[in-house]
């Protein structure tokens, strides 16, 4: 059974299209978060919802917006993809937002060609 | 601003050896100090990870040490295996406020040669 899944896991778009990957955990997890890992695997949170709540947004393109229809699903929505999105997407979800324990997806390779 | 610094960038150890890692971070208000293993093309998965109250915590091969006063954590992995081999990251975070989120550092590639 897979805890954390996302699809696509490859994903190969054109500059100035609008993509998205989509995210759903079945451990009954109240917290979802959205990782980017650049080239170097430096990882960085980018948004965190508690709950269809979204509890932190960093300092991300407003190009990205993430939707949570229900606390199992995050999605995340990137318009006008640029080169510079190119990297590995991770989602993540923790028991509630006061567990620090993640547990992530596979994760989604984003090509901007 | 980089909140955690890692070291090495990557380590190369003999199987049998003993791998070290370590990292440093600014923020005294840090209270839970994990680190997180990653395989090649999979998400990273929570190994082992310490609150400031102890100096040392172990789990089989894996140790963490702890110095609050230096502000360094240092993950030790005893006869090290190649399937040890991949890319390690310690990570911090912080109880205050109500939003506890994980600043990791920027990863140590461990190759662990047979």
């Known amino acids: 059974d897979t805890a954390v899944s996302q699809t696509p896991k490859y994903l190969v778009t054109q500059m100035g299209n609008d993509k998205s990957i989509k995210c759903e955990q079945n451990?009954?997890?109240?917290?979802m978060y959205w990782y980017k890992q650049d080239s170097k695997k430096f990882l960085k949170i980018m948004f965190s919802?508690?709950?269809?709540?979204?509890?932190i947004n960093e300092t991300v393109p407003n190009r990205f917006s993430p939707k949570s229809p229900d606390k199992a699903h995050l999605n995340l929505h990137i318009n006008s993809l640029e080169l510079g999105d190119s990297a590995v997407y991770f989602c993540?979800?923790?028991?509630?937002?006061?567990?620090?324990?993640?547990?992530f997806g596979p994760g989604t390779r984003l090509t901007v060609t | 601003q980089q909140q955690v610094k890692q070291s090495p960038q990557s380590l190369i150890v003999q199987k049998g050896g003993i791998s070290i890692i370590n990292c440093a971070y600014e923020?005294?208000?840090?209270?839970?100090f994990p680190w997180y293993q990653q395989f090649p093309g999979k998400g990273p998965a929570l190994l082992i990870a310490?609150?400031?109250?102890?100096s040392e915590k172990k789990e089989g091969r894996f140790t963490i040490s702890f110095n609050k006063s230096a502000k360094q954590f240092s993950l030790h992995i005893m006869d090290s295996q190649p399937g040890d081999s991949a890319t390690y990251f310690c990570?911090?975070?912080?109880?205050?406020?109500?939003?506890?989120?994980?600043?990791f550092g920027k990863g140590t590639l461990l190759t662990v040669n047979p």
């Open positions: 990570a911090a975070s912080s109880s205050g406020g109500s939003n506890y989120k994980l600043t």
């Open positions: 451990l009954g997890h109240d917290t």
């Open positions: 310490i609150r400031p109250d102890v």
């Open positions: 919802y508690n709950n269809k709540e979204l509890i």
């Open positions: 993540a979800s923790s028991f509630d937002r006061g567990s620090y324990e993640q547990y």
């Open positions: 923020n005294t208000a840090f209270d839970y």
